[in-house]
């Protein structure tokens, strides 16, 4: 299995402005900087630092060596990159004081994609592959088309929203990633719910993430339907938020992360991006999105997922020293209703959670490190071997030793 992005490559030119600027009116900018942009260079460096091996396809000029080298850097497979006689894609973006944006784009190079460089791009790629797209570059209809056809499943972000991708027949995707606006533009419906019911209607084997801002993310498909909460960062640029998203929810998916997963680490990434400047720059790693995971909160967090994050971060950072009394400072309660308020809201008791959280740095360790599996087990802070290769029998289906082998295996399938 194989991932292809086929998108855009943009040079953005950041504009500081207090206020976006309005139809006639002239406004002064207090900063100008130059990053690396562009859908499709956003999402395969989302991807890359995801953890995915991506391939990219697209276009620059020659004036773009330097978006070539940040996607290398960034662990992109450039074998389908092609160099034209044409400027590379520009974008023009305003910020302001709240960290909102406006953009202007400039297609460049973008548009030098051929009928016949798809053809060549996609006799490397077969049934099962993923497609990853935006509407960044020419003949995108042409483009799914062919990828439906050789049996590749393709992931659509439909941005920029433009009507001519009502003609694109949607039963040809596989994963629909859209927000508020794309959402209306497919279906008329400005409601985030009559959309739901629109595409379950008219697209029953469809698999939507509907994003929507602050208020998370939503997916829907024939019989399912998950939520996911946005986290709360103080946003600085948002230009690269729905790139990022759209990367790390590709890279979980066609990595074998479950769906609850992949959206959680989505909007953990796309919060860290909104809170950076620039685009590309902006997209996180993969072990900053884990390690800020455990502390970050999401809008309108109850008092009970507060403090239920508080419990994970606690296991987390003390699996050697762990206790109960411990965990109860953390919280604010007495040892013996922090062991009740774990029971009722958890559903597990406070050994339990530990036992869980050894066997989680366990797989990690014996996924990540070639250390021998008796010294990984004396790490997790359990002296008795035997009781925690059993423990993690009952999490895992395998014993350590067998969980390393096939994590291995799918890292060489890969």
């Given at each position: 299995?194989?991932?292809?992005?086929?998108g855009?490559?943009?040079i953005?030119?950041?504009?500081s402005?207090?206020n976006?600027?309005?139809p006639?009116?002239?406004?002064?900018?207090?900063?100008l900087?130059?990053f690396?942009g562009?859908k499709?260079?956003?999402?395969s460096?989302a991807?890359?630092?995801?953890?995915?091996?991506?391939?990219?396809?697209?276009?620059?000029g020659?004036?773009?060596?330097?978006?070539?080298?940040?996607?290398?850097?960034?662990?992109?497979?450039l074998?389908y990159?092609k160099?034209?006689?044409?400027?590379t894609?520009?974008?023009?973006?305003?910020?302001?004081?709240?960290?909102?944006?406006?953009?202007?784009l400039?297609?460049g190079?973008n548009?030098?994609?051929?009928?016949?460089?798809?053809?060549?791009?996609?006799?490397?790629?077969s049934?099962?592959?993923?497609?990853?797209?935006?509407?960044?570059?020419?003949?995108?209809p042409?483009?799914?088309?062919?990828?439906?056809?050789?049996?590749?499943r393709v992931?659509?972000?439909?941005?920029?929203?433009?009507?001519?991708l009502?003609?694109?027949?949607l039963?040809?995707?596989?994963?629909?990633i859209?927000?508020?606006?794309e959402?209306?533009?497919?279906?008329?419906?400005?409601?985030?719910?009559?959309?739901v019911?629109?595409s379950?209607l008219?697209?029953?084997?469809l698999?939507?993430?509907?994003?929507?801002?602050?208020?998370?993310?939503?997916?829907?498909?024939?019989?399912?339907?998950i939520?996911?909460?946005a986290f709360?960062?103080?946003?600085?640029?948002?230009?690269?938020?729905?790139?990022?998203?759209?990367?790390?929810?590709?890279a979980?998916?066609?990595?074998g992360?479950?769906?609850?997963?992949s959206?959680?680490?989505?909007?953990c990434a796309?919060?860290i991006?909104?809170?950076?400047?620039?685009?590309?720059?902006?997209?996180?790693s993969?072990?900053?999105?884990?390690?800020?995971?455990?502390?970050?909160?999401?809008?309108?967090c109850?008092?009970?997922?507060?403090?239920?994050?508080?419990?994970?971060?606690y296991f987390?950072?003390h699996?050697?020293?762990?206790?109960?009394?411990?965990?109860?400072?953390q919280?604010?309660y007495?040892?013996?209703?922090?062991?009740?308020w774990?029971k009722?809201?958890?559903?597990?008791?406070?050994s339990?959670?530990?036992?869980?959280a050894?066997?989680?740095?366990?797989?990690?360790?014996?996924?990540?490190?070639?250390l021998?599996v008796?010294?990984?087990?004396?790490?997790?802070?359990?002296?008795?071997?035997?009781?925690i290769?059993?423990?993690?029998?009952?999490e895992?289906?395998?014993?350590?030793?067998e969980?390393?082998?096939?994590?291995?295996g799918?890292?060489?399938d890969?």
């Amino acid at each position: 299995m194989k991932i292809l992005n086929f998108g855009s490559c943009n040079i953005d030119c950041v504009y500081s402005v207090e206020n976006i600027v309005r139809p006639g009116e002239t406004v002064p900018a207090f900063g100008l900087e130059h990053f690396a942009g562009g859908k499709g260079l956003n999402q395969s460096i989302a991807l890359a630092r995801a953890g995915a091996q991506v391939f990219h396809a697209g276009c620059i000029g020659s004036d773009g060596q330097m978006l070539r080298k940040l996607l290398q850097d960034s662990g992109v497979n450039l074998k389908y990159l092609k160099t034209v006689d044409r400027n590379t894609g520009q974008a023009v973006i305003q910020v302001d004081s709240h960290g909102e944006n406006s953009i202007l784009l400039y297609g460049g190079a973008n548009f030098a994609v051929t009928r016949d460089y798809i053809d060549e791009v996609l006799a490397d790629f077969s049934a099962g592959d993923f497609l990853l797209i935006q509407n960044e570059i020419s003949q995108l209809p042409y483009l799914i088309e062919k990828a439906y056809a050789a049996g590749m499943r393709v992931i659509f972000n439909p941005s920029p929203f433009q009507q001519s991708l009502g003609d694109i027949d949607l039963n040809k995707i596989s994963y629909l990633i859209l927000n508020e606006i794309e959402a209306a533009g497919f279906s008329g419906l400005s409601a985030p719910e009559e959309f739901v019911i629109w595409s379950r209607l008219n697209y029953p084997n469809l698999r939507v993430i509907l994003t929507l801002g602050k208020n998370g993310s939503i997916y829907f498909d024939g019989n399912a339907r998950i939520e996911q909460s946005a986290f709360c960062v103080k946003a600085v640029d948002t230009t690269a938020a729905g790139d990022t998203f759209t990367g790390y929810f590709a890279a979980g998916i066609t990595g074998g992360k479950s769906v609850e997963r992949s959206l959680c680490l989505a909007s953990c990434a796309a919060a860290i991006a909104v809170s950076k400047k620039g685009a590309a720059p902006s997209v996180p790693s993969i072990n900053e999105v884990e390690k800020r995971l455990e502390t970050m909160l999401p809008y309108e967090c109850s008092g009970t997922e507060q403090k239920k994050r508080t419990v994970k971060a606690y296991f987390e950072n003390h699996l050697s020293d762990a206790s109960l009394g411990g965990l109860a400072a953390q919280l604010g309660y007495c040892p013996s209703y922090t062991g009740r308020w774990l029971k009722n809201n958890i559903g597990a008791s406070f050994s339990e959670l530990l036992l869980s959280a050894r066997c989680r740095m366990l797989a990690a360790e014996l996924e990540d490190t070639e250390l021998c599996v008796s010294e990984l087990i004396a790490r997790t802070g359990y002296n008795n071997e035997s009781f925690i290769r059993k423990a993690f029998y009952r999490e895992y289906g395998c014993t350590p030793l067998e969980y390393r082998k096939r994590k291995q295996g799918e890292k060489y399938d890969k």
